[in-house]
């Protein structure tokens, strides 16, 4: 089991940038595959971007392919996810989460076993 804690979110408006750190602690960072969801309000969670152990292959929701890039620094057990052009839309708590490394392609939350608390992003328009 692997412990999160995101951090980063905030308050911004149209077309700013948000980068947003997960840290993990209690086991092994480099085996996991990590990957970031969001929720809107009042919306099911979402899949957001994932990142295999070894930083060699990434997956993109089509809603933000060419405004975000996940990241992640084994050495630091810290995954990021840079967020650029941010849309109205991107509102949401987004979490990260950590899986078993054959998961490396995965967009479900069930195989996913360690969550962050979450770090909300609300963008003005």
């Known amino acids: 089991q692997v412990q999160l804690v995101e951090s980063g979110g905030g308050l911004v408006q149209a077309g700013d940038s948000l980068r947003l750190s997960c840290t993990a602690s209690g086991h092994t960072f480099r085996t996991y595959t990590m990957a970031w969801f969001r929720q809107a309000s009042g919306k099911e969670r979402e899949f957001v971007a994932s990142?295999?152990?070894?930083?060699?292959?990434?997956s993109y929701a089509d809603s933000v392919k060419g405004r975000f890039t996940i990241s992640r620094d084994n050495a630091k057990n810290t995954v990021y996810l840079q967020m650029n052009s941010l849309k109205p839309e991107d509102t949401a708590a987004y979490y990260c989460?950590?899986?078993?490394?054959?998961?490396?392609?995965?967009?479900?939350?069930?195989?996913?076993?360690?969550w962050g608390q979450g770090t909300q992003v609300t963008v003005s328009s």
């Open positions: 990142i295999s152990w070894s930083g060699g292959s990434t």
């Open positions: 989460a950590a899986g078993p490394s054959y998961y490396s392609g995965s967009r479900r939350v069930a195989d996913f076993g360690s």
